[in-house]
């Protein structure tokens, strides 16, 4: 669990906006500390030293994360990371076959 930043609004889209130092991958799921899952990460935007993060929330209130600090939830794996560990499998060597003589 890496920390994303502090909520500094609600949008009138619909989005939580934070600023942060790091930049998330879109789609990230997004959580607050004691673990419950907030939302997911939706737009990066601003100065690339410290850009702005907009989070898509799937609590019933929102409002009541603004002030708090968000993390991005890294316990689960990410879909690319399968995929790429099946192409490294598909890549290994296979066994030539005998010849019959």
């Not at 619909?14 to 942060?20: A, H, K, P």
């Given at each position: 669990?890496?920390?994303l930043g502090k909520v500094s609004h609600y949008a009138k889209q619909?989005?939580?906006?934070?600023?942060?130092t790091r930049v998330p991958n879109l789609?990230?799921?997004v959580v607050d500390k004691n673990l419950t899952f907030v939302g997911t990460v939706k737009d990066v935007?601003?100065?690339?030293n410290a850009p702005y993060v907009?989070?898509?929330p799937r609590v019933k209130n929102p409002l009541d994360y603004i002030g708090a600090p968000l993390y991005v939830?890294?316990?689960?794996g990410s879909k690319g990371n399968n995929r790429d560990k099946?192409?490294?499998d598909s890549r290994k060597k296979r066994p030539t076959?005998?010849?019959r003589g």
């Open positions: 669990m890496k920390k619909g989005f939580l906006i934070l600023r942060t789609n990230d799921r935007f601003g100065p690339v907009a989070v898509k939830d890294e316990r689960r099946r192409r490294r076959p005998r010849r």
